[in-house]
């Protein structure tokens, strides 16, 4: 149980593009989904916490109109990186919880890189 | 605020040693603790947590933790690890969003 997916696995693209990437939850309803963005050898860095048929709570320091989040159902939610520049490059995780919001599964991860 | 230390950034280990990889918070507040663990390219797994209760706390693939509060630590072990066990291994304390500690790189040497 308590199974995420995250797709694409690994997407590639020129900069100046926009790239989606979806979050579900496979077995469970998500109340809450959060996005992390990692960096090679360095912990995992929360962007955002979003909850279904709301608007995302963003981090200090992270764009908005950059990092567009929509969770439009209580299974998926998906990240879109608008106009993504080489900085964008990263790995870019997401979690969900269910009613017990202390323990967060996590997806596989999305490999990001921006030529 | 919430922080977490993970005061060793690679652990090198010979296979069937034992291991700890050791864990620090600070909160003014109660905490929920965990312990992910992370193979190459892909996302966290829950290894254990300690919510409330049971200060040794027993999670997957043999791994165990101690929650000792005096002094604020929440250290992961395991007594005999194996070459599968090579990962990186993420501290955490949720106290309202989850905190991550910088990883510790788990080496397991044949």
């Known amino acids: 149980g308590a199974v995420v997916s995250q797709h694409p696995s690994r997407v590639i693209c020129k900069s100046g593009t926009s790239v989606k990437i979806e979050c579900r939850s496979l077995?469970?309803?998500?109340?809450?989904m959060f996005w992390y963005r990692q960096f090679p050898k360095k912990s995992l860095m929360l962007m955002a916490t979003?909850?279904?048929?709301?608007?995302?709570?963003?981090e200090q320091g992270v764009e908005k109109d950059k990092f567009l989040i929509n969770h439009a159902s209580l299974t998926l939610s998906t990240l879109t990186v608008t106009s993504a520049h080489p900085e964008d490059s990263s790995f870019y995780i997401c979690?969900?919880?269910?009613?017990?919001?202390?323990?967060?599964?996590f997806g596989p991860g999305t490999r990001l890189l921006v030529l | 605020a919430q922080s977490v230390t993970q005061l060793d950034s690679q652990v090198p280990v010979f296979e069937e040693a034992p291991v700890e990889l050791r864990c620090n918070y600070s909160?003014?507040?109660?905490?929920?603790l965990f312990w992910y663990v992370q193979y190459p390219n892909q996302g966290l797994q829950l290894l254990l947590k300690?919510?409330?209760?049971?200060?040794l706390v027993k999670g997957i693939n043999g791994f165990e933790a101690e929650f000792n509060k005096s002094q604020t630590s929440f250290h992961l072990r395991k007594p005999s690890v194996h070459i599968s066990d090579t990962a990186e291994y993420f501290c955490?304390?949720?106290?309202?969003?989850?905190?991550f500690g910088q990883g510790t790189t788990l080496q397991v040497k044949p």
């Open positions: 979690s969900a919880v269910t009613g017990f919001q202390e323990t967060q599964y």
């Open positions: 077995d469970f309803q998500a109340t809450t």
């Open positions: 979003s909850n279904e048929g709301s608007k995302a709570t963003y």
């Open positions: 909160s003014s507040v109660s905490v929920y």
């Open positions: 300690y919510l409330s209760g049971s200060t």
């Open positions: 955490a304390v949720h106290t309202g969003k989850l905190i």
